[in-house]
Nanobody, 121 residues
Framework: VQLQASGGGSVQAGGSLRLSCAASGRTFSRYVMGWFRQAPGKKREFVAAIDWSGVTYYATPVKGRFTISRNNTNDTVYLQMSSLEPEDTAIYYC????????????????WGQGTLVTISS
């Protein structure tokens, strides 16, 4: 299994970015897919997740600004980020999980490499 994240970069506050995470494997549609982020000096935190049926979950700080979606045909999950703030600066990690309730805390969760998002004021 591989999770290949892309789309990070540097933008000014108020701007937008779209992250992508392409997954290898034949059972992508079975999994919950999500995004976490880790800012400098802080713990990794949940950002958003989407289950196999398309139900979405968001952390409070990003609700209304970020949208997670998935394409089960090309095995990719996306994170559209708008109205970006300097506080959104972090490395963003894609995750594959079988359990939405405990995503990020399961031994069988699979993490992709991170992609850096930098927001300047």
């Amino acid at each position: 299994v591989q999770l290949q994240a892309s789309g990070g970069g540097s933008v000014q506050a108020g701007g937008s970015l779209r992250l992508s995470c392409a997954a290898s494997g034949r059972t992508f549609s079975r999994y919950v897919m999500g995004w976490f982020r880790q800012a400098p000096g802080k713990k990794r935190e949940f950002v958003a997740a989407i289950d196999w049926s398309g139900v979405t979950y968001y952390a409070t700080p990003v609700k209304g600004r970020f949208t997670i979606s998935r394409n089960n045909t090309n095995d990719t999950v996306y994170l559209q980020m708008s109205s970006l703030e300097p506080e959104d600066t972090a490395i963003y990690y894609c995750i594959r999980s079988l359990r939405i309730a405990t995503i990020g805390g399961n031994e069988d969760d699979y993490w992709g490499q991170g992609t850096l998002v930098t927001i300047s004021s």
